[in-house]
């Protein structure tokens, strides 16, 4: 059998590779990406992140936008270990054509193919993350994250 590491599995240094453009304010930018298969070979899912500590400007950044191949999971994290539920924030996410208010830790699931965005910040008073999971891709051309790259 051979001999296998977890080691090279480890991303330890994100790519910044997600840029909403430049000059946004309050939010990291580029997000940081740690998992694709350029960081680990055959992962076959993207994940990216970024803290937001204030309402980015401009905002909303994310506009609508679908994965056409991928599901996507987008979490919103809050940064309070006393009271984990706690976002911090208020988010007006449209899925759909729906309106949805985030104000707590979330996870929200949108299956290939629909329209979610923009993604707009009523308020922030503690800094939280964003997460994006898109499910199979494997590059920032597949998972195209928040519409920021066209896929191809």
């Known amino acids: ?9 480890l991303v ?9 453009g430049s000059g946004i304010k309050g939010r990291t930018n580029p997000t940081l990406t740690y998992m694709s298969n350029e960081l680990v070979p055959g992962s076959n899912i993207y994940i990216e992140l970024g803290w937001i500590w204030e309402v980015p400007d401009p905002n909303p950044h994310i506009l609508a936008h ?10 919103h994290i809050g940064a309070d270990p006393q009271n984990p539920e706690y976002l911090g924030a208020e988010i007006e996410f449209e899925v759909d054509g729906e309106k ?53």
């Open 66 to 75: 679908s994965h056409e191949d991928y599901n996507e999971v987008v979490l």
């Open 1 to 9: 059998m051979a001999e296998f590491s977890y080691n090279k599995n």
């Open 100 to 152: 949805l208010v985030v104000d707590k830790t979330s996870a929200l699931y949108v299956p290939k193919g629909v329209e979610h965005g923009p993604v707009t910040w009523k308020k922030v008073t503690r800094p939280h993350i964003q997460m994006a999971i898109v499910l199979g891709a494997g590059s920032i051309k597949q998972a195209n994250p928040a519409g920021y790259v066209k896929s191809q």
């Open 12 to 20: 330890k240094i994100p790519a910044r590779e997600v840029d909403a």
